[in-house]
């Protein structure tokens, strides 16, 4: 191959015209001539932290969506999957990556589950954890999101920290809100980065302290506006990430989104590409191109330096994407899965109120945090209020048969139906909202019926994207899986009611118990403040 076009050339910040040779997928000569082009070249976008599970797709269909936005990587934490199935999960995630040349760079799961508060379909304690890091192909330890544990000084976090300095791969953070000494000890450990800031402020200290600072815009967090202004100040800190990104949200923009709007804002065009490009490369050790003589070849064509609209995408000296055509054909992957329970009835999620004043979770939409609110019931046995946006949440697990959890959540703004998920981070048990108990039932009982999927339940309507593949990954082809997605995002929002941009995202967060303030698991209501279980009613804590 050889290619004529504007170098941007990130290294020494400048851009010409330039003839460049592959050969053999490695760049063998780049030659600056004085014959004019209108086409750039420059290398692929990054994502430096995402959980493909979220996509809902394999990795072999999320690089076929990604390619096309000019990503050409991504550093890539299997932890949603590992909860439901172990390290057989991360196997299925690292043989699916391996039938593509996109080129996923995946971590070892550092909390599975991420808390003993709730049910995870299983466990990948200290020797997993190390059995893992020793792999060539797992490149860092995934986000330490049980940072309470971190400070504690648990034996257990501690070792898996240690095994990862052991074998060179560094070390993910999670830590929202996280300030102080208590930032300070968190970052001692060998912590080195950040995905969960969500203020200037917040992440700014984390820079000053010695983390580098994902900056995330995904399907549901997102931190962009509040955190661009560093972008400037802290260059060589940054990275770019879209943590969870769904199907319908993927096929439309990726990386490129967050470079095009940051040159949009006027920051300077050589910082950005230096954030979306390079940083990943140079933390993570990624063995990957930057457009510089003797790399691989892994880099993208795009139309300016404004829109940055693909015209190719090469991987290896491969063309991988090409005028609106990704050459990728559709493959077939195994299904393994983790589902073992029975239907459920109505007793299951009654809830005897007795008149009492109760706790709600309060949903922000684009937010991953949520606040305690109260409530005083009006009725012996409570479903609903729809007059304050009060509706019951509830989540059941997947992996045993026993009670559900039954709380109840503000934000969401269904009028009727309810909305069911086998999305529910981190240990991924059946999550739902609802308006009535019966569309609830109706919206549980499918997704086991089906063994995982995403409902919604429309008066005598159920209407599902299943998802064979662990309850949170569908076996369809991308562009399928993004059309039904979006189908049943508008039915919760236009038909059903609901407020929130992404009411499956957001509803696949409140079961979350790592990021405050309180979330419901299939063990209970939790105050992630004091990290402990609360009675629902207020009068009883």
Same mark, same amino acid.
């Given at each position: 191959?050889?290619?004529?076009?504007?170098?941007?050339?990130?290294?020494?910040?400048?851009?010409?015209?330039?003839? !460049?040779?592959?050969?053999?997928?490695?760049?063998?000569?780049?030659?600056?001539?004085?014959?004019?082009?209108?086409?750039?070249?420059?290398?692929?976008?990054?994502?430096?932290?995402? *959980?493909?599970?979220?996509?809902?797709?394999?990795?072999?269909?999320?690089?076929?969506?990604?390619?096309?936005?000019?990503?050409? $990587?991504?550093?890539?934490?299997? *932890?949603?999957?590992?909860?439901?199935? @172990?390290?057989?999960?991360?196997?299925?995630?690292?043989?699916?990556?391996?039938?593509?040349?996109?080129?996923?760079?995946?971590?070892?799961p550092s909390c599975v589950p991420a808390t003993t508060f709730e049910t995870s379909g299983a466990i990948l304690d200290t020797q997993s954890?190390?059995?893992?890091?020793?792999?060539?192909?797992?490149?860092?330890?995934?986000?330490?999101?049980?940072?309470?544990?971190?400070?504690?000084?648990?034996?257990?976090?501690?070792?898996?920290?240690?095994?990862?300095?052991?074998?060179?791969?560094?070390?993910?953070?999670?830590?929202?809100?996280?300030?102080?000494?208590?930032?300070?000890?968190?970052? =001692?450990?060998?912590?080195?980065?950040?995905?969960? $800031?969500?203020?200037?402020?917040?992440?700014?200290?984390?820079? =000053?302290?010695?983390?580098?600072?994902?900056?995330?815009?995904?399907?549901?967090?997102?931190?962009?506006?509040?955190?661009?202004?560093?972008?400037?100040?802290?260059?060589?800190?940054?990275?770019?990430?879209?943590?969870?990104?769904?199907?319908?949200?993927?096929?439309?923009?990726?990386?490129?989104?967050?470079?095009?709007?940051?040159?949009?804002?006027?920051?300077?065009?050589?910082?950005?590409?230096?954030? $979306?490009?390079?940083?990943?490369?140079?933390?993570? @050790?990624?063995?990957?191109?930057?457009?510089?003589?003797?790399?691989?070849?892994?880099?993208?064509?795009?139309?300016?330096?404004?829109?940055?609209?693909?015209?190719?995408?090469?991987?290896?000296?491969?063309?991988?994407?090409?005028?609106?055509?990704?050459?990728?054909?559709?493959?077939?992957?195994?299904?393994?899965?983790?589902?073992?329970?029975?239907?459920?009835?109505?007793?299951?999620? %009654?809830?005897?109120?007795?008149?009492?004043?109760?706790?709600?979770?309060?949903?922000?939409?684009?937010?991953?945090?949520?606040?305690?609110?109260?409530?005083?019931?009006?009725?012996?046995?409570?479903?609903?209020?729809?007059?304050?946006?009060?509706?019951?949440?509830?989540?059941? #697990?997947?992996?045993?048969?026993?009670?559900?959890?039954?709380?109840? !959540?503000?934000?969401f703004g269904l009028k009727k139906g309810a909305i069911a998920s086998s999305v529910a981070h981190d240990s991924h048990n059946i999550i739902?909202?609802?308006?009535?108990?019966?569309?609830?039932?109706?919206?549980?009982?499918? !997704?086991?019926?089906?063994?995982?999927?995403?409902?919604?339940?429309? #008066? %005598? #309507?159920? #209407?599902?994207?299943?998802?064979?593949? $662990?309850?949170?990954?569908?076996?369809?082809?991308?562009?399928?899986?993004?059309?039904?997605? %979006?189908?049943?995002?508008?039915?919760?929002?236009?038909?059903? @009611?609901?407020?929130?941009?992404?009411?499956?995202?957001?509803?696949?967060?409140?079961?979350?118990?790592?990021?405050?303030?309180?979330?419901?698991?299939?063990?209970?209501?939790?105050? !992630?403040?004091?990290?402990?279980?609360?009675?629902?009613?207020?009068?009883?804590?």
């Open positions: 191959m050889i290619l004529h076009a504007n170098l941007v050339d990130i290294k020494n910040r400048k851009i010409y015209p330039v003839f !460049v040779s592959v050969e053999d997928g490695k760049i063998v000569n780049i030659s600056q001539t004085d014959k004019p082009c209108s086409t750039y070249i420059l290398p692929g976008f990054i994502d430096a932290h995402v *959980h493909i599970e979220s996509s809902m797709l394999t990795p072999y269909e999320f690089s076929r969506l990604a390619l096309k936005h000019g990503t050409i $990587a991504t550093v890539s934490d299997p *932890h949603e999957i590992a909860n439901v199935l @172990g390290i057989q999960g991360v196997e299925f995630m690292m043989n699916s990556a391996s039938k593509t040349p996109f080129k996923f760079y995946f971590g070892a954890v190390e059995k893992l890091l020793k792999q060539k192909n797992i490149y860092y330890l995934s986000e330490m999101m049980n940072f309470p544990e971190v400070l504690f000084k648990d034996e257990d976090v501690l070792s898996k920290i240690k095994s990862a300095k052991n074998n060179n791969k560094p070390i993910d953070g999670h830590c929202p809100d996280l300030k102080g000494e208590d930032l300070e000890s968190y970052i =001692q450990s060998g912590i080195s980065t950040d995905h969960e $800031a969500f203020s200037y402020e917040e992440a700014k200290e984390k820079l =000053q302290k010695g983390m580098k600072i994902l900056i995330r815009e995904g399907s549901a967090a997102k931190n962009y506006e509040a955190l661009s202004p560093l972008i400037s100040e802290f260059t060589d800190k940054l990275m770019f990430c879209s943590d969870d990104r769904h199907p319908d949200d993927l096929e439309n923009e990726h990386i490129n989104s967050l470079v095009k709007r940051s040159i949009q804002k006027g920051f300077e065009l050589f910082d950005v590409l230096q954030i $979306a490009c390079i940083n990943p490369i140079k933390h993570y @050790g990624l063995d990957l191109g930057m457009l510089q003589i003797g790399d691989n070849a892994d880099f993208i064509e795009v139309n300016n330096l404004i829109d940055f609209q693909v015209i190719q995408t090469v991987i290896n000296g491969n063309i991988v994407y090409k005028n609106g055509e990704t050459n990728l054909e559709k493959i077939k992957h195994d299904l393994p899965n983790n589902f073992n329970i029975k239907p459920k009835i109505f007793e299951d999620i %009654k809830f005897y109120s007795n008149y009492k004043k109760i706790h709600v979770i309060k949903a922000f939409d684009g937010e991953l945090i949520t606040k305690k609110e109260s409530y005083q019931t009006k009725t012996e046995f409570f479903e609903s209020d729809l007059s304050c946006d009060i509706l019951k949440i509830v989540v059941v #697990n997947r992996y045993l048969d026993t009670k559900p959890s039954v709380s109840f !959540v503000k934000g739902a909202v609802g308006c009535s108990d019966e569309d609830i039932l109706k919206a549980i009982n499918s !997704v086991i019926e089906h063994k995982g999927g995403i409902v919604c339940v429309e #008066n %005598k #309507n159920i #209407n599902i994207l299943p998802l064979k593949i $662990a309850g949170i990954i569908s076996d369809e082809e991308g562009v399928i899986v993004a059309k039904k997605y %979006k189908e049943l995002n508008d039915i919760a929002k236009t038909k059903l @009611g609901s407020s929130l941009k992404a009411p499956f995202m957001t509803l696949s967060f409140m079961a979350l118990l790592v990021i405050p303030e309180i979330k419901l698991s299939d063990k209970g209501l939790f105050d !992630v403040n004091t990290f402990k279980f609360i009675s629902p009613f207020l009068s009883c804590n």
